[in-house]
């Protein structure tokens, strides 16, 4: 993309009238029939992937409807089930050949993914492939064929009506993409885009495109003002405006969507609404990177919200939902490449925002504030011995009232280790007023934004209540004790927990604003 501050881009006189006309039939062509949802991309490179159960209970609790899997991971798939959440799941670019060359492959692959799930799984749509064309073009030439088998298994199994097939591409694959109306597809991948974006119109489906500001405005050398990418109200004399239809951009974003509205209209595909499959602004980067911050990640998600779930459409078509996925859920701390690269997420892997989003007035989805809703909970899998140990000690030296998990009491049941240690460590935590090192207890216990709480079990610290921090001598180094250490306080040595500090380096992984 290319922009100078308050300047109309000019073209040739004699194509004026050729393309206000052009643009005048295809205005309206796309048609507005719902509202525009936000949902979220799962990445899975985590050190500490939550499990499939902790996922679904941030989803719910930040209200979050949709969400798209880079695979069809079995265990988070039944862990969605029978909660509505609209699933997008995806054929990843490795499956993409064996797919894409055998019908038998692809009806496989749908029996496996999609009807051992549905209906408890609301799966909604399927994307072939990721960025296709840019990543991996040696797949091209499968690629269409790779759809309309996906397609031709879910027609066989009567699903083809309630979930879509698409594939997301980069938009990179649009050139000049400024002024939009003059913006193309890359033409050596016309024998691909065209018999595709045949496919989805004939499917009733939709155009999926990675929408990334943060890049653009990284690539266009201080032309793209920053506020033009991130949504910041710019002077009338700042916005850029497309010569051939006298259409104002006010943002980064808009203006790639109808790039690629016309692209695909220059090939007399009019009618092919667009749903962006990514979407986001890092809040972390390194010294090449000064523009990867928790403000602006929090300023371009924040207005990115709003503005897609206020249906302001885009200039092309205004009015028109534009459903957006915001790349991501969680920080991935083990993706390769730069800082950035492992710093797109709105939460990291315990479930705390990184940020909190500015969004009073754009409805409820990730509207939640949980960074004061935190509790400790004992860890699955965790060692059986460990857990009994810490439990001990909370109840014990802890000083812990665990009356409420004695028999015949509201928390007894489930009458396990797991279950009963994580009543403990968590009013242990509470009763520590949540200092940093106080959810530990030697690894088997971990903090999370998740309410432990189940039927008349209500734990401290949900909904506020028994979360006040008792007064009285704390058994563990005050948080204040020192500015730069990570206290890890139990250790089980000869049957019970002996307390002990370790001092480390402490790792602010949020920002809280």
């Known amino acids: 993309m290319v922009l100078e501050e308050g300047r109309v881009l000019a073209v040739r006189k004699e194509s004026m009238a050729a393309l206000l006309l052009f643009f005048l039939l295809a205005v309206s062509a796309v048609s507005a029939d719902e509202d525009a949802f936000i949902g979220v991309n799962l990445g899975t490179d985590l050190s500490d992937m939550p499990s499939p159960t902790q996922v679904v209970a941030l989803l719910k609790a930040q209200n979050i409807r949709h969400i798209r899997l880079y695979d069809a991971d079995r265990a988070m798939l039944l862990a969605l089930a029978n909660t509505g959440i609209q699933v997008t799941v995806s054929v990843p670019n490795d499956q993409l050949l064996g797919i894409g060359q055998s019908n038998a492959t692809a009806a496989n692959w ?19 492939g990721s960025e296709v064309l840019s990543a991996l073009p040696n797949a091209a030439p499968v690629l269409v064929s790779a759809l309309k088998f996906i397609h031709s298994a879910l027609v066989a199994s009567n699903l083809d009506r309630q979930i879509k097939v698409s594939t997301p591409h980069s938009s990179a694959i649009i050139l000049d993409s400024f002024p939009p109306s003059q913006a193309f597809f890359n033409r050596s991948w016309d024998p691909v885009m065209v018999p595709l974006l045949k496919f989805l119109q004939s499917t009733d489906s939709y155009l999926m495109l990675n929408v990334y500001p943060y890049y653009d405005y990284m690539q266009s050398n201080g032309v793209i003002p920053l506020d033009y990418a991130l949504f910041r109200p710019l002077p009338p004399n700042k916005e850029a405006v497309d010569a051939n239809t006298l259409l104002h951009y006010t943002n980064v974003f808009d ?14 595909f009019t009618k092919l609404p667009i749903v962006v499959t990514e979407s986001g602004w890092p809040s972390k980067g390194d010294s090449s990177e000064p523009d990867a911050t928790l403000d602006n990640a929090n300023t371009y998600n924040s207005n990115l919200i709003r503005h897609v779930l206020n249906n302001t459409g885009t200039p092309k078509h205004p009015g028109i939902a534009v459903s957006t996925y915001i790349y991501e859920l969680y920080n991935e701390d083990l993706r390769p490449g730069s800082v950035s690269e492992k710093n797109w997420g709105l939460f990291n892997a315990n479930g705390v925002p990184i940020y909190t989003l500015h969004l009073t007035g754009a409805g409820t989805v990730l509207a939640n504030d949980t ?15 460990m857990l009994q140990a810490a439990l001990d000690w909370a109840c014990g030296p802890g000083k812990v009232d665990c009356s409420p998990l004695l028999q015949g009491q509201p928390c007894y049941e489930p009458d396990n280790v797991l279950t009963h240690a994580t009543y403990a460590v968590n009013a242990y935590f509470q009763r520590m007023a949540k200092s940093p090192g106080t959810c530990d ?25 028994n979360s006040s921090f008792i007064n009285g001598t704390s058994l563990a180094p005050s948080s204040n004790s020192t500015t730069s250490g ?10 019970s927990f002996t307390s002990s500090v370790i001092i480390g380096l402490l790792v602010l992984s949020a920002v809280f604003l």
């Open 486 to 495: 990570c206290l890890s306080l139990f250790f089980y040595s000869g049957g």
């Open 441 to 465: 207890f030697k690894g088997v216990a971990t903090v999370t934004t998740t309410d432990p709480s189940h039927g008349t079990c209500i734990f401290p610290g949900s909904g506020g209540r």
């Open 255 to 268: 203006a790639i969507v109808d790039a690629a509205y016309f692209a695909m209209s220059y090939l007399n």
């Open 110 to 128: 749908i029996a496996r993914n999609v009807i051992a799930h549905v209906p408890a799984t609301n799966i909604t749509s399927i994307a072939v």
């Open 371 to 385: 960074t004061n809703q935190t509790f400790c909970v004992a860890k699955e899998g965790a060692d059986q011995k």
